[in-house]
């Protein structure tokens, strides 16, 4: 797999999603490594064209000679299990691309194995040789929270029709986007769209220090306008990143929130493993669950 | 707050939802209460109704003399840190009903928080004396995950108009829910809707055993149709669950969730505050996650 080997790396993908025993082994040797490449995440509300967006994007980096990683995270088909969302992926064009690297990732119902899984599958796609990896997403809130902790650099996408949205979430979303893309950009409403952004932007919402100044750009992920400008605010980002010392300290909370839940989930798995014997006199109310939780603790 | 005091019963959900350090204090005090009241979660996709739904079934509760708890859970506003949705709430015309309780939990970021500040929330307001307890949550995915771990009774909502959805999402959804319900049942649709959740549910994929039969009914919110007839699937409900054991099953699986929670949430935020020390290291490669992960669990 470290040989750029794609049918290994799907297999080690599969490993580390499922939270296969293998896989501190494989993260062990993978993570040296890691940091290679830079971590694209895209968001917003459903229907904005992240996917055609994702799939442009592509486009650019594979004409670069860049080797690609997309992974898309579907919050919602955790409770069926695995879906593969294969068909909202505009991305098909791309899947016998021997340089893309495509994955969805369901999230199995466990609500923070989401943003532990995504660490392994990145782990794993950076050790297999890629130079960009987009995290997509389906859905939003739990979602953005999700991309915006695993992610460099962060691309909310909106579109013209959905500027009563921005109103109402204006500091949450202003809080996680470092790009800001107004899609769909041949709809009526994308200069009201673009400057209510702008607006929110000057109230100093935006998560990333000076000098960068946040981008708010309009594409049209159809035709391809404005993708390439799209492409190279991305770059300009990795650029800051570096320049500024804030992508080291990105990275530092990265695994900061990778170790944390690496702990927290092999603790949660271990305490649900040993509650049985607590269960009935919880229900027979003699005791309650924060003895019991802290009773767990102590051993 | 034991007494029934609002204003005390609403200093204890702040507690508990800040997760203070006296909310394990009150929860030992609390959870003698709890299991009285019944659980109810309201889930669906957004703009189905469930706000206005969960306030007709507040009226009905109250015309009864029972007393009702209402938890507005916003897994989306989790980002911008505690945003009250009180707008989104059609639920106003009960605030000032001194037997009814409403609270809108935001999850300030904190996923798996979640859940843990929902059973937290959830032994005050028992304590404070619940008969029931409705927990509507806003949007989906992860949301309803969380519902369906919360809840003894889950009540599914969609309308006409989201008949895709149903057909999409078969699978996910079916096994959620204990009661569906198809709402604007005034639009045109309703019975195509109807029978294609009948339709579902008969591939065996509800989440009760027999004998429970997962009753389809379709209501009006906005002028009350249908709704004491879903009142009174709920409380059939209830009785199926005391009767079968399948409540009994459920609250033990609620259990074991709350303490897994309670114990991999105090994991989590004691690597967090270990980990200062590991990430120079880790950003430079010289160690990996996996390994400082198990360090700090071996610890």
Redesign the interface.
């Known amino acids: 797999m470290l040989a750029g080997d794609t049918a290994a790396a799907s297999r080690a993908l599969s490993l580390v999603i499922n939270e296969d025993v293998r896989?501190?082994?494989m993260?062990?040797a993978f993570?040296?490594k890691?940091?290679a490449a830079q971590k694209i995440g895209i968001c917003g509300p459903p229907g904005a064209g992240k996917s055609t967006l994702a799939a442009r994007l592509v486009s650019i980096y594979r004409k670069r000679g860049l080797k690609v990683g997309v992974l898309a995270v579907d919050?919602?088909?955790?409770?069926?299990g695995g879906?593969f969302l294969g068909d909202r992926l505009r991305i098909q064009e791309h899947a016998m691309d021997s340089g893309v690297f495509i994955r969805s990732v369901a999230?199995r119902?466990m609500?923070?194995g989401?943003?532990h899984t995504i660490?392994g599958a990145i782990h794993v796609l950076e050790a297999w040789g890629c130079d960009r990896i987009i995290v997509e997403t389906v859905?939003?809130?739990?979602?953005?929270?999700?991309i915006?902790r695993v992610a460099d650099t962060v691309v909310y996408v909106t579109t013209p029709t959905m500027g009563d949205e921005i109103q109402a979430?204006k500091?949450?979303?202003m809080?996680?986007g470092d790009v800001f893309v107004v899609n769909k950009g041949d709809l009526a409403g994308k200069d009201k769209a673009l400057s209510d952004i702008k607006a929110a932007l000057g109230l100093g919402l935006s998560r990333d220090p000076p000098p960068w100044e946040t981008p708010v750009l309009s594409t049209s992920a159809l035709t391809g306008t404005g993708v390439e400008a799209l492409s190279a605010a991305l770059e300009a980002h990795a650029k800051y990143l570096r320049d500024s010392g804030e992508g080291?300290r990105r990275?530092?909370q990265q695994?900061?929130e990778?170790?944390?839940?690496?702990?927290?989930?092999?603790?949660?798995q271990d305490?649900?493993s040993q509650?049985d014997r607590?269960?009935?006199d919880?229900?027979d109310?003699k005791t309650?669950?924060?003895?019991?939780?802290?009773r767990?603790?102590k051993k």
Do not use: C, N, W
């Open positions: 896989s501190d082994a993260i062990r993570f040296m890691s940091g919050p919602s088909s955790s409770i069926s879906a999230t119902g609500v923070g989401v943003s660490f859905g939003t809130g739990q979602a953005e929270v999700i915006a979430m500091a949450g979303v809080e996680i080291r990275l530092k695994h900061r990778e170790v944390s839940l690496y702990v927290s989930r092999r603790v949660y305490a649900l509650l607590y269960l009935d919880l229900a109310h309650d669950p924060a003895t019991v939780g802290a767990i603790l």
